[in-house]
């Protein structure tokens, strides 16, 4: 299994998620900062303190052999109260340039799920007034690193955002005030890539959301209708929207009828048909199954949703392995998912996130044997490959996470990485690296540029 040459092997981590310094030179908090944290887990504030060791991180990677890396930039960092903070700006310019030096290629994300804590104070997203602010931001991040960074993805994961905002930091709210910031969102997304655009910048810009193809849990005519709803809903409204530059129609019928449209203004639909992207990323983790709406909602997860009444209702697929986190693991659903995706919208995939958490441990001798990941990751890679085969156009591949971060909520015990730091919930240690064995598999799948047979 050969790949394109230019072919963007990756890997991925968010700011908050693996930085810390969360007040240090000029920061200003974010949501993510502020936020009441699980019991028995850990907070973001030192995270992995990639802030302070981000040149050993980025020899780390250069020796894994990553051609890019996936990232985001922290919004309160680099501006708070509509004022540039240089340092913040500063450390930016190190890590990008620092990056380029070892010809890994940047991959920007500008905003993963840490919005400032002051814009938070004055409603967030559901105040209209932030899609002007996250434009004036994005415009800083262009005017400086636009001739610098090629790939640029807006909004990670707007849909698990909308879906399920509580597991992220964000307040329960009804679904009518969720998808009223939501629309916000993809209004905000459509004008930051239109005026990436009229800038005539040498890259591409697109969304980032995290896809879940829908299988229907029996051959059931309700129950193929509520595995179309549910995908309508979870994956086409955001896609369409960052494609097309307007709403799904099946997911507006679902909103409509739960009470939960937003209010749209002629303007509003004339920036997103205005604001459309060039290519798609998206984070996979897994399918979902679904059947008829048979109960009162009772959950929602981040990847295995909920239920709405008279459309549809998450069910378990007792055909799928779990995560020891309980997810499901399911390599052959990639490529459906890559292939449905494709035949929609014909737009260049890259795979922004796709990985296991796991309880990594580290050995007496400094060893972490995670043949699990391997495994997992080579499944999917070769799934993938199979997704091209089929004709669909996958540019890259950057797998979570680069190294181990702080997961959004179980904490550091839930490891990622292809390289472990020495921390716990409880206890910062020395947040020394360590080389895991899939360290080195990725390594040499990379020099390979794919698999062999036999691997």
């Not at 707007?158 to 005030?177: D, H």
């Not at 005539?200 to 193929?224: C, L």
């Not at 097309?244 to 303007?267: D, F, M, Q, R």
Request: hydrophobic share 35%; proline share 4%.
């Amino acid at each position: 299994m050969r790949f394109p040459t230019d072919f963007l092997w990756g890997a991925s981590t968010s700011a908050y998620q693996t930085e810390g310094a969360w007040d240090a030179d000029g920061k200003a908090p974010s949501v993510q900062d502020m936020k009441e944290i699980p019991d028995g887990t850990s907070d973001f504030k030192v995270a992995v303190d990639h802030y302070h060791r981000f040149e050993e991180d980025v020899r780390l990677f250069k020796e894994l052999g990553l051609k890019a890396y996936r990232f985001s930039i922290s919004w309160s960092r680099v501006m708070s109260n509509g004022k540039v903070n240089p340092k913040g700006l500063e450390f930016y310019k190190k890590f990008i340039a620092l990056l380029k030096e070892n010809e890994i290629e940047p991959i920007v994300t500008v905003f993963h799920f840490d919005l400032p804590y002051e814009i938070h104070e004055k409603g967030g997203w559901e105040n209209r007034e932030t899609i002007q602010a996250f434009a004036d931001y994005c415009q800083l991040l262009f005017d400086t690193f636009g001739q610098e960074v090629n790939y640029w993805q807006t909004i990670n994961e707007q849909n698990v955002m909308a879906l399920a905002g509580s597991i992220i930091g964000t307040s329960n709210k009804s679904m009518k005030e969720k998808f009223q910031e939501n629309h916000h969102m993809l209004v905000a997304q459509a004008l930051v890539t239109k005026n990436y655009h009229d800038g005539n910048y040498p890259g591409k810009i697109g969304p980032a959301p995290n896809i879940a193809s829908v299988y229907a849990a029996s051959d059931k005519p309700e129950d193929q209708l509520a595995a179309m709803n549910m995908s309508a809903l979870r994956n086409w409204l955001f896609l369409d929207a960052a494609v097309y530059g307007v709403y799904n129609h099946n997911a507006w019928h679902i909103l409509s009828k739960i009470n939960a449209c937003p209010e749209v203004t002629e303007e509003d639909k004339k920036i997103m048909l205005e604001g459309t992207c060039d290519y798609i990323a998206f984070n996979y983790y897994n399918t979902m199954t679904v059947s008829a709406y048979y109960q009162k909602e009772n959950k929602i997860d981040q990847q295995s949703g909920f239920g709405i009444p008279d459309f549809f209702q998450a069910t378990t697929n007792p055909h799928l392995p779990m995560t020891e986190f309980g997810w499901p693991i399911d390599p052959e659903g990639f490529r459906y998912t890559l292939n449905e995706i494709y035949s929609r919208y014909r737009l260049p995939l890259l795979i922004t996130e796709n990985g296991i958490g796991a309880k990594d441990q580290l050995t007496e001798d400094g060893k972490i044997h995670d043949k699990y990941r391997i495994d997992y990751l080579k499944q999917h890679i070769q799934q993938m490959y199979l997704a091209m085969e089929d004709g669909v156009e996958v540019i890259g591949y950057c797998p979570w996470s680069a190294i181990d971060l702080i997961s959004t909520h179980e904490g550091i015990e839930k490891r990622y990485g292809f390289i472990y730091v020495d921390r716990t919930d409880d206890s910062l240690n020395t947040l020394d690296r360590y080389k895991k064995d899939s360290f080195y598999w990725y390594q040499k799948l990379i020099a390979e540029n794919g698999l062999n047979e036999e691997e």
